[in-house]
């Protein structure tokens, strides 16, 4: 069992909807991050949270949006995604001294989103 | 780009064997960690080393840094069918995130 949980484990959905991705841990950490992946690449990096306020934005599309409401939760809240947004996507934490280039990440095991 | 590069992209071994896998990067770094991978899951940290560091051992992985030629390797020993995984470098240039690899896909068959 891993100890950062996401849900949905899989979601489909049409390219007017809207939909959310939870991801929670509970191992103290303060820092957390949303990760794409596509098959046989490695994960791409989309957003990182540092004592729940927005620390990094790869210059993702406003489609995505990130929230972190309290220290053990984040979400990625989704709206009018296209067909190539389809991918594995994946939420890890890491504790954060402010060097957190320095410590493990924690991931879930992912929400397959299929944009149809 | 940062992003590390790993070789082979895909190794194929019998299950007793060593798995050699390497990362190479282009910046300076300041630290570095190997992950695995398997099908359908999320990423598991293997282990990490410093930029101070050599070399670090972890129960049959091996991981080797060589400042220098920038070029990191993960040695796993008596493989088994459960090693089957995609393994990931990942370096730390900023400590702001990490830059993960394209990757090497291990194949362990019995």
């Known amino acids: 069992d891993t100890e950062v949980t996401q849900t949905p484990k899989h979601l489909v959905m049409g390219m007017t909807n809207k939909k959310s991705l939870k991801c929670e841990q509970h191992?103290?950490?303060?820092?957390m991050y949303w990760y794409k992946q596509k098959a046989k690449k490695p994960p791409e990096l989309m957003f990182v949270?540092?004592?729940?306020?927005?620390?990094i934005n790869e210059s993702v599309p406003s489609r995505f949006s990130p929230e972190c409401p309290n220290s053990s939760l984040l979400n990625l809240h989704l709206h009018a995604l296209q067909p190539e947004d389809s991918a594995l996507y994946l939420c890890a934490s890491s504790q954060d001294g402010g060097d957190r280039g320095r410590q493990p990440q924690h991931f879930g095991d992912g929400t397959r989103l299929s944009i149809l | 780009s940062q992003q590390g590069e790993e070789d082979p992209q895909a190794l194929s071994i019998q299950e007793g064997e060593n798995a050699t896998m390497n990362c190479s990067y282009k910046t300076s770094i300041n630290n570095l960690q190997w992950y695995r991978q398997n099908s359908g899951r999320g990423l598991v940290h293997l282990i990490l080393?410093?930029?101070?560091?050599r070399e670090k051992h972890s129960g049959r992985l091996r991981v080797t840094l060589d400042t220098s030629k920038k070029s990191s390797s993960l040695l796993i020993t008596a493989s088994r069918a459960a090693d089957t995984a995609s393994y990931f470098c990942?370096?730390?240039?900023?400590?702001?995130?990490?830059?993960f690899g394209k990757g090497t896909s291990l194949l362990v068959t019995p």
């Open positions: 949270y540092s004592y729940e306020k927005l620390s």
């Open positions: 191992m103290g950490h303060r820092a």
């Open positions: 990942a370096t730390d240039h900023s400590g702001y995130a990490l830059n």
């Open positions: 080393i410093r930029s101070n560091e």
